[in-house]
């Protein structure tokens, strides 16, 4: 499900935070930054190791003169490589929409599961990338507000931020703001296991593999027993999915093992 920090020029940002949520989102990490809305934004991602991360945000930080957003993913579609971390360059070609570095008009990002675009699990191309060249692209010369406004229309349970050239960097969604620092959900604070599960508010993901249709119908049963609403399931190849609002504090559902993503 990933998370997006976003910060501003002198806002501080904790090693031991980032570290936090690098862990609990490990498939691939990525930053854009912007000193002012007449500059383009510029981009670096395609870490999976900390240590470089953190020392190529630090070089950016330090200098106290970018408004920064970064991105630590959990991978749900698409394959785990740098081409398929955040952010995306925002163009009409999917080829060109997934550099590593560089100097863009407009650069995009985003937490949760896109469900407006059909991209199977095991596709090259994750459904970030997909949403980003065949709608993004579509709506980047939109005033923010209009954007703004499509966006959470069409994909409300996502969040995302998007730096463009000419314009300050827009949130679109749900953020918390703590000291001066936006938050997409709270993978930031505590390194998730099975053991510290607790019933907060949000939306989970819980990824089972190989359910059959009377499987499926008793994890449902076994969700509403421990008072996990399901909003929504839904098949990707030989996944299913489940997003609820609340984490179940088992290790199986109807005897079946999950994965959970935030």
């Known amino acids: ?139 980047k010369t939109l005033a923010s507000t209009k954007i703004k406004d499509v966006v959470e229309a069409i994909e409300p349970a996502s969040k995302f931020c998007l730096m463009q050239k000419g314009r300050t960097p827009l949130l679109i969604g749900n953020f918390t703001k703590e000291n001066g620092i936006c938050f997409s959900n709270e993978s930031y604070k505590t390194v998730k296991t099975l053991s510290n599960y607790s019933y907060v508010e949000d939306s989970y993901l819980l990824e089972f593999k190989g359910l059959t249709t009377d499987e499926i119908k008793e994890v449902q049963e076994e969700l509403n027993k421990h008072m996990c609403i399901c909003k929504d399931f839904y098949d990707v190849s030989d996944f299913t999915f489940f997003e609820v609002t609340y984490l179940p504090l088992t290790r199986t559902l109807a005897g079946k093992t999950f994965k959970c993503y935030r």
């Open 1 to 139: 499900m990933c998370i997006i920090i976003y910060k501003t020029k002198y806002a501080k940002l904790k090693k031991e935070t980032l570290k936090t949520a690098f862990e609990n989102n490990p498939d691939g990490a990525g930053f854009m930054y912007q000193s002012d809305a007449l500059e383009a934004p510029k981009m670096k991602k395609g870490f999976f190791d900390f240590n470089e991360f953190y020392d190529a945000y630090k070089l950016i930080a330090d200098q106290q003169r970018y408004n920064i957003a970064i991105h630590f993913r959990i991978a749900t579609h698409g394959a785990v490589n740098s081409l398929n971390c955040h952010p995306f360059i925002v163009t009409n070609k999917v080829e060109d929409t997934i550099s590593e570095s560089g100097v863009y008009d407009s650069l995009f990002m985003q937490n949760g599961v896109i469900k407006s675009i059909s991209v199977n699990r095991k596709d090259k191309y994750s459904d970030t990338c997909n949403f980003t060249y065949k709608i993004m692209s579509n709506l």
